[in-house]
């Protein structure tokens, strides 16, 4: 079989089944999506209930906060509450009666209000006036003219709770002598003998203004454990059984509950004995459950149909360039990855010849990574040779055994010395067979050069080595403590004729081990020190990612050249560190080597 004939078989079961998958899926998210966003809106709605709510009796509180905080109306009410019990002089009575009446019917408490009422248990009984609707005068009332305090019918629990506010349900208007229209009331009961009650009272109509964002949206306002307030469905209301509502009330807060094709929720305040039981029915009707899975299923069909028709298209596209892929990776290597010549085409299924000439790629590909890895090794050490080479002295060894000999002559010892230290530290430098040394050799060359200096300088110069035993078998390139030392010597001490000191001080660290070469002298300009550091910075991109031989950067000796031998040597662990040091004065380098793991450190 071709393999466009494959290619569509396989590609068209798939489409078929992944239409089918995702028709289901579509169908399903979309009724979880539906859902989850009816009971969203429903826990918002019911949340915006509670809000609207808190903010209508909050506002009712505050009128019973702001009389009580009124001193004239406080004094009032106490001096009525003492004369009930002893001889209050009648003008003081007459006055705080006088200034209840004034001080309740407020521009503030009126518009908050639709009544407002003080009264006590002598059946002193004081009112705001109310606003009539559209009316720009305000109308006379007419109140009761006598009642008692015992049989008011809902004055038993605002008693009970002791000072605190008490949400009152739907009642008539008790104080209206010519209007029954329902109320609902803020109620507390003042501390003190005889102190009397303070109402709030709205009218119930008010609360059909509550805002909602899904008017299909149902909701119960319950007090006091389990009185309605409002209903907003009248109807459902008087369906809702008393066990039924008990277990709808017992529903945890904010959580949905879905019953018969309804969901419930509910929300508390957090300030006031209230809670709104909100619902909505037939949520998903069968009709719509069924209209969404009819548009699931036609979308399932569309899909498959369209992804049909592109499978068809795209093995007819994809399978003729096969053959032209497979031609080019059969005659592709390192030097021509860019050549498209074509072959002559072979057998039927064009895939299977496609991974025989990818895989013969492959090894040609591979055969050419090795050798250009073995290439790149054989420059860096190539490059390593001609750094070495750098740092080899160019004496002749006859003309060292002529000034020793002449020296025997002359009896002269000394010159018999020097030559044989030279003689050593040639032998050294010049066997290019070792091109690394432990810090044992490098100690032992050092002690040759040393004795050369002290020739030279005789007692101006003073030296001290202090390198512990555990770092004595360390492999560092070969030289570095004598490039290090002859640094300090030629550039350190000028202007110095007496007191200068090299010290040279191996350490094992915590992240690895370091040798110090530090001497007392002048120590390095600020700015060629920056560009020294800077050279160093040069060197390492050269060697780590230019690959470009780094004497054609460098040139030259010195610390360049040290630095750039220790990292050819050691990476990313090298240490390599220069500084002025600033107690008695002087310049320090410190290479080593570090543990894996350990931050590096170079050209600080």
């Not at 949520?283 to 498959?304: D, N, P």
């Not at 662990?573 to 310049?587: A, C, D, S, Y």
């Amino acid at each position: 079989m071709k393999f466009r004939s494959k290619m569509v078989l396989a590609y068209t079961t798939v489409a078929l089944l992944v239409s089918l998958i995702l028709g289901i899926a579509v169908a399903r998210i979309s009724l979880q999506y539906e859902m989850t966003s009816q009971k969203n809106n429903l826990r918002v709605t019911a949340k915006s209930y509670v809000a609207q709510m808190d903010e209508r009796l909050n506002r009712m509180d505050a009128i019973m906060k702001y009389i009580l905080s009124d001193t004239v109306m406080l004094d009032s009410i106490t001096w009525l509450a003492e004369d009930q019990y002893e001889e209050i002089p009648n003008r003081y009575v007459l006055d705080a009666k006088s200034n209840l009446s004034t001080g309740l019917t407020t521009e503030y408490i009126m518009k908050n209000s639709y009544r407002t009422v003080f009264f006590n248990q002598a059946s002193f009984l004081a009112s705001s006036a109310t606003y009539t609707t559209g009316a720009g005068i305000l109308p006379k009332q007419r109140l009761i003219s006598e009642f008692d305090v015992e049989e008011i019918p809902y004055l038993e629990p605002v008693i009970a709770a002791e000072g605190d506010s008490v949400i009152v349900s739907s009642h008539p208007d008790y104080w209206s002598a010519n209007d029954s229209d329902p109320v609902y009331s803020l109620m507390k009961a003042l501390r003190g003998k005889g102190m009397g009650f303070l109402e709030v009272a709205n009218r119930m109509d008010s609360l059909d203004s509550l805002e909602t964002s899904d008017p299909d949206i149902d909701f119960l306002l319950i007090v006091n454990g389990g009185e309605i307030l409002y209903a907003s469905d009248k109807e459902r209301e008087k369906e809702l059984s008393g066990e039924e509502r008990e277990r709808l009330q017992n529903l945890a807060e904010s959580r949905v509950m879905t019953q018969n094709g309804t969901i419930y929720t509910k929300a508390c305040s957090a300030e006031f004995d209230l809670t709104v039981l909100a619902y909505k029915t037939n949520v998903l009707l069968e009709k719509e459950r069924g209209q969404l899975f009819s548009i699931s299923f036609a979308s399932t069909l569309a899909t498959f149909s369209v992804s049909l028709i592109m499978v068809i298209f795209w093995a007819g596209v994809l399978t003729r360039p096969i053959k032209r892929l497979q031609e080019t990776v059969e005659n592709t290597n390192i030097e021509n990855l860019q050549d498209n010549r074509h072959l002559e085409a072979g057998a039927l299924d064009e895939f299977q010849e496609l991974i025989r000439a990818y895989q013969a790629m492959m090894a040609r590909l591979d055969e050419a990574l090795q050798n250009e890895k073995q290439a790149a090794k054989l420059q860096l050490q190539a490059q390593f040779d001609t750094l070495q080479a750098q740092v080899n002295p160019h004496f002749i060894y006859n003309v060292l055994n002529t000034i020793s000999s002449r020296a025997i002559l002359d009896n002269d010892e000394a010159i018999c010395e020097m030559c044989g230290s030279l003689g050593t530290m040639l032998r050294y430098s010049t066997n290019n067979k070792e091109r690394y040394a432990s810090v044992e050799k490098e100690l032992e060359y050092l002690d040759s050069y040393f004795y050369l200096l002290k020739a030279r300088h005789e007692n101006s110069l003073e030296v001290h080595i202090d390198v512990d035993q555990k770092i004595r078998q360390q492999v560092i390139p070969k030289m570095t403590l004598q490039q290090l030392v002859e640094n300090s010597v030629k550039h350190g001490f000028q202007n110095m004729e007496r007191g200068r000191r090299i010290s040279v001080t191996g350490r094992v660290q915590k992240d690895g081990w370091t040798i110090r070469v530090q001497d007392n002298g002048c120590g390095v300009p600020e700015k060629k020190l920056l560009e020294l550091q800077e050279r160093l910075k040069e060197a390492q991109k050269d060697i780590l990612e230019r690959a470009k031989p780094a004497e054609m950067e460098i040139g030259g000796m010195g610390i360049v050249n040290t630095y750039a031998r220790c990292l050819l040597l050691y990476f990313e662990e090298g240490i390599f560190e220069m500084e002025n040091v600033p107690e008695g004065g002087g310049f320090a380098v410190t290479v080593g080597r570090r543990t894996s793991g350990s931050p590096r450190r170079t050209g600080e």
